[in-house]
């Protein structure tokens, strides 16, 4: 594989929105694809690559057709309930930190007590 097939296939990496598994596949998908023109020529060029398969956004477009509606409610769900995990994190976080604060802050009072019979 060479930097310019490696650096349009993570152009088209990035442009999928999906699951891990599901990107897999439309990644080999994609190097199906790709196949042909690499095993005429092993160093294509970017511009090759774009007129043989399209720009990466357009490739990205495509791949994602293939996929049904279910898998990417699936993945927009997972991906929210992820983001709304991060958020619940950084608020108890910082919730934990103000407590710290508030406790390391507060004066301490020494009152020695003497008992005598």
Known sequence: MNKTWSAYRKAVKQGLYCGRK????L??????????LLAENA?????ELESALGTPDMVSVTLMENTSPQEQVV???????????????AIVLVAL?????????????VVEEIYVD
């Open 22 to 25: 599901v990107k897999k596949r």
């Open 27 to 36: 990644l080999a998908e994609l190097d199906g694809m790709a196949a042909p």
């Open 43 to 47: 160093d294509p060029t970017w511009e």
């Open 75 to 89: 993945y927009r769900r997972e991906r929210l309930l992820l983001r709304i995990c991060i958020a619940i994190l």
């Open 97 to 109: 930190t103000l407590w710290l604060l508030f406790c390391a802050t507060r004066p301490v009072y």
